[in-house]
Structure formats: C-alpha cells, structure tokens
C-alpha cells in the first residue's frame, strides 16, 4: 500500500497540451513509471499533477530534496530536466534515470546507470519496468550509498584535502 510520505517524484519534459512531448511524457509516466513506483509501494508523481495551489518552483524543489524516490526522464535534454536532476544531486539522495532508447546521454550522466526503453515496443515496456524496479529496490537497500557526479566531485576533493 503507497503511503502520502512515499512519493516518487518525477522528472520529465511535460511540453504543453497536445504536443509530442507531452504524449511522450505522459505514455512514460502511464506505462513505465508509474507501475513501477507503485510495485515498490511509491506514488508516482509530476509537477503537472501537483495537487495544492501555492508557487510549483518552490514545490518541484522541495520534492526534489524530500521525496524517497525519483525518476528522471532524459528525453529531449529538457532543460528543466536537467536544472532539476542536478538539484536532486546535490541533496545526495536516489534516483533512476531513464532515456527514450536511441538518444544520446549527455556526458556529464553518461556515467550513470540508465534504463532506455521504447514506448512503441510493449515488450520493451516490460523490461524498462522491470529494471527500473531492480534500480529502486536497490537504492533502497542503501540509500546514503547514492552515486551521482557532484557526489563524485566532492569525495575526490576530499581524497586530496
């Protein structure tokens, strides 16, 4: 059963209504994200879907540093995307990234374990959710143990301090 305090916040280019990028964001969400969040006792949620009034920059960014878990979507290097994953860096807590299959990741996540899946393939589907799952479960065994470029970044500054 997903409690309100088990959110999985999600990251991703929402676009405007009826765009491309919309439908993408949206089929992602339905068939990927969503499932596996809730397989692993998380309510998936997006900026979009914010339910209470109030200024949504301030709410996105307090999901980014509060919520267990969050998902990022890739797709299209969305700026925004990216200005939100990097703030979920930087409060040092998990994460899963996922890329439409055959685009690029950007050099500076490339590092990162990322699920690629194909929304015009149900059999893909089955398997980016399946990994996604493996990746929650396993930032949840160890949560403190998140591995991300800025966390990088400052663990080698202190080797050489």
Request: glycine share 4%.
């Amino acid at each position: 059963m997903v409690t309100e305090e088990r959110i999985c916040f999600v990251i991703a280019p929402i676009g405007g209504d009826g765009s491309e990028t919309r439908k993408h964001s949206d089929q992602a969400f339905k068939h990927l994200i969503a499932p596996a969040a809730e397989k692993c006792g998380y309510k998936a949620q997006r900026a979009d879907h914010l339910p209470k009034p109030g200024i949504i920059t301030t709410q996105v960014i307090e999901l980014l540093r509060d919520a267990p878990m969050v998902v990022a979507d890739l797709t299209g290097r969305n700026p925004n995307v990216f200005y939100e994953l990097a703030i979920r860096h930087a409060v040092h807590k998990p994460l899963v990234q996922i890329i439409r299959r055959g685009e690029e990741i950007p050099f500076d996540v490339a590092p990162m374990r990322t699920v690629q899946f194909n929304l015009q393939d149900p059999d893909d589907w089955v398997q980016a959710r399946a990994e996604i799952i493996r990746q929650m479960h396993a930032a949840e065994k160890d949560p403190t143990a998140v591995d991300n470029p800025i966390s990088s970044a400052i663990d080698l500054q202190a080797l050489r301090s």
